[in-house]
C-alpha cells in the first residue's frame, strides 16, 4: 500500500491559508515547482477535509478552479465528513470517519501516494499514527493569521527526518518523514 503524505503551501509564519480559510493568498506564489510536478504523477489518491473541499480556490476564477493541482491530477478523491451531499460528486467519495476514508483511499491508491489536503484531517492523522510523510512548500510571505499547518497548543512533539530540501523561485521545499 502507499503512503499517506500531507502536502501544503505554507507562509514563512505558519500559515496555509488565511483569516477565514482565505487561499487566495497563494496566488501569486503559484509556479513551476519540479519536485511538486514530479510529485503529481505519484499521487494515486487523495485524502481531502471537508472544509478545504468546500474552501477557498486559489485558483479561482481560473480554468483550473477546483481541480486537484491546479488541473494537473485526476484521480479518485475521498472527503472526510460527517454531512454528505445530498447529490453525488464525479470521482469523489464522502467518508464519515477516519479510519474508513484512509482504507478507502489506501486501496484506491495501490502503490501510489495518498495527499492529505487540509490541515484538520492531516492532525487527525498524525493522532492516529497513520501519518507517513509531511511535504511543506515555504512560500515567502508572512500572512499574520488564518489556518496553521498545525496547531496543537499543549500538544506532544513530533519527531521528523528530513527527506529533502530544495529551492524554487517562489518558495523552499521541505520533505519529511514521521518519526513519531
Given at each position: 500500500m502507499g503512503k499517506l503524505l500531507y502536502s501544503a503551501a505554507m507562509s514563512l509564519d505558519g500559515f496555509i491559508a488565511g483569516a477565514g480559510g482565505d487561499m487566495s493568498w497563494l496566488t501569486a506564489y503559484l509556479g513551476p515547482n519540479p519536485l511538486v510536478?514530479?510529485?503529481?504523477?505519484?499521487v494515486g489518491a487523495l485524502l481531502v477535509g471537508n472544509r478545504t473541499f468546500g474552501g477557498g480556490d486559489p485558483y479561482k476564477g481560473t480554468e483550473n478552479e477546483g481541480k486537484a493541482f491546479g488541473g494537473g491530477w485526476e484521480g479518485p478523491s475521498f472527503v472526510l465528513t460527517h454531512h454528505a451531499p445530498?447529490?453525488?460528486v464525479p470521482g469523489v467519495t464522502f467518508v464519515g470517519d477516519?479510519?474508513?476514508?484512509?482504507?478507502?483511499?489506501?486501496?484506491?491508491?495501490?502503490?501510489?501516494y495518498v495527499t492529505v489536503l487540509g490541515a484538520g484531517v492531516a492532525h487527525q492523522c498524525l493522532d492516529?499514527?497513520?501519518?507517513?510523510?509531511?511535504?511543506?512548500?515555504?512560500?515567502?510571505?508572512?500572512?499574520?493569521?488564518?489556518?496553521?499547518?498545525?496547531?496543537?497548543?499543549?500538544?506532544?512533539?513530533?519527531?521528523?527526518?528530513?527527506?529533502?530540501?530544495?529551492?524554487?523561485?517562489?518558495?523552499?521545499?521541505?520533505?519529511?518523514?514521521?518519526?513519531?
Open positions: 510536478d514530479e510529485l503529481v504523477g505519484d445530498d447529490r453525488a477516519l479510519a474508513a476514508g484512509v482504507a478507502a483511499a489506501k486501496a484506491a491508491a495501490g502503490d501510489k492516529a499514527g497513520v501519518l507517513d510523510e509531511v511535504l511543506v512548500i515555504i512560500s515567502p510571505v508572512l500572512l499574520g493569521d488564518g489556518v496553521r499547518l498545525f496547531d496543537q497548543p499543549g500538544g506532544a512533539d513530533v519527531r521528523l527526518e528530513r527527506i529533502s530540501l530544495s529551492g524554487v523561485p517562489h518558495g523552499t521545499n521541505l520533505w519529511f518523514r514521521v518519526l513519531g
